[in-house]
């Protein structure tokens, strides 16, 4: 597995989930700008593989979007991505290697290997433009981004990763690359964790199941705040689950022509998804359409237990 993210709360948890699996193998992160800026999304994702005791590579990508100008998720997760807890400075550094040539070595390095993306799509942009063979040598490209037909986050078209970086996403999704859509409405409802779930999370005593609920501090409280949910919503979570596990937590899907405006400032980043095929073009995405929430949940606790 490639995780390409803008570590953040919610990323975060998702790494962790990946690192401390039996059956994952993370050859390479590579970071990239969105919900905080590169310098703390590089940070957050060597601090998160401490935790795990993974001495994966981290690379540090794209510090802006292709063409719009960056607006960060900072109200959302805190100013450094992670609730601002004043977590310690990683033991390491990120590797010299930029992100977008990273990707480019360990995609062509593992031919058939899953890349999972959690952030913006810059990075992924940037390294088929440069490649665009990697096309036919991801096995799978996992991407927690856009909505299927429902609200966004970000405004009421779009979801955020989209949204940030909309000429990259269009360039993605147009790439031909095997895109799994996992869309910000699968993390809700019953996906997210209620009271009862967090305490008993809390209760682990480790230090994976503090930091899970502690770094998702600001991002419980700004969810509760937009929607009126009282629940913990892990969006990056939801797609590392179908990552892994896409037999287990996948529980609907349906294949569509998928494309992303990038032009408007009304629907900037909104993935259009041809659900009635009423276009005519070929299917480029699968699209997660439900999962089984109790088994995302148990895998979450999991990578708590470390």
Known sequence: MIIDTDTASDDAVALAMALNHPGVDVVAITTVVGNCSLEDTTRNALYTA???????????????????????????????GLGDHGYPVPSRSAEDTDGVSALITHIRNSPGSTLVTLGPLTNVALALAQAPELVDLVGRCVVMGGTANTVGNVTPAAEFNLWFDPHAARL???????????????????????????????ALDT????FFLDCNSTAL???RKQSGTVRLQLPDPTAMAAAIDKDGVVTHSSSHYVEVEAESPLTRGMSVVDSLDVTGNPANVEVVNAIDTARFKEMIFDAARG
């Open 50 to 80: 401490d935790l795990c005791g993974s001495g994966v590579p981290v690379y540090a990508g794209a510090d802006r979007p292709l063409l719009v100008k960056a607006g960060l998720a900072t109200y959302f997760h805190g100013m450094d």
């Open 221 to 223: 409280e700004a969810s």
């Open 207 to 210: 230090p994976l199941a503090h």
């Open 172 to 202: 993605v999704f147009a790439s031909g690359l095997p895109i799994e859509m996992v869309g910000w409405e699968i993390c809700r409802g019953e996906a997210g964790l209620d009271a009862t779930e967090r305490a008993a999370l809390r």
